[in-house]
């Protein structure tokens, strides 16, 4: 069965340092993948996406991931991060079955000045 | 622009009572979801619906039923409201049935819900 694992359930950064959001997903296939993104008091919104074209998949505000079937990785990154950054992010995986999205448990993204 | 709502930000409601949940779309998507948000617990699919008066249960649908006689509204329903029943519900569409694992999902702001 189709599983997804947010390997960080908190990660803090000072501003300006990277950002790794770590997501490991478990499929007898290649899927498609996705990062979403909740601000707070805000709805989510769509990140990034892969589906099987270039593995390294750049999406809004900087963040970038990139596909590792070997590892059966899709880690979240950004260079320097930014106050606004601070949210909750989930990484998800299709459900083979009958196409609904299985849901990792999210990561906090915290932001020190 | 893509535009989901939900009928309500906040709604505090009584153990047994009977609650509804709306959701209403405008961009013409076949696909319309509810999920509940629980922390450390991701998003949890309740029902899914592909088309008109079409419903899938997804992994919690104990408790709850769905109405989808309009492609555009998607209705939520508590029958008997429970203390465990507190939770953020989100509703999302999609633009087309068969392909609800590969495309962007749309999602509304959440009904913040308090049983007491």
């Known amino acids: ?57 750049k999406g809004i505000n900087g963040f970038e991931a990139e596909f590792k079937k070997s590892e059966t990785s899709f880690h979240l990154t950004k260079p320097s991060a930014h106050m606004s950054d601070a949210a909750e992010y989930f990484c998800v995986v299709p459900r083979r079955s009958n196409y609904q999205l299985i849901w990792g448990a999210g990561t906090k993204l915290i932001i020190k000045p | 622009d893509v535009k989901v709502t939900q009928s309500s930000r906040y709604l505090v409601k009584r153990t047994g009572e009977k609650v509804f949940l709306e959701c209403v779309q405008d961009m013409d998507h076949e696909n319309m979801f509810w999920y509940r948000q629980d922390p450390g617990l991701g998003l949890r699919l309740i029902y899914f619906s592909y088309d008109v008066k079409m419903k899938e249960k997804g992994d919690i649908p104990e408790g709850y039923s769905v109405s989808r006689e309009k492609k555009e509204r998607f209705s939520l329903i508590l029958e008997s409201a429970s ?28 009904t913040r819900l308090l049983v007491l």
């Open chain 1, 1 to 57: 069965a189709q599983s997804v694992t947010q390997l960080d359930s908190h990660v803090s950064v000072s501003e300006g340092t990277p950002v790794l959001l770590r997501c490991n997903y478990s499929s007898s296939y290649s899927p498609s993948l996705f990062w979403y993104v909740q601000h707070p008091n805000k709805g989510l919104q769509l990140l990034l996406k892969y589906t099987s074209a270039a593995t390294l998949v």
């Open chain 2, 83 to 110: 203390t465990n029943q507190t939770s953020m519900y989100l509703c999302a569409s999609s633009l087309t049935r068969g392909l609800a694992g590969k495309e962007t999902q749309y999602f509304g702001p959440g």
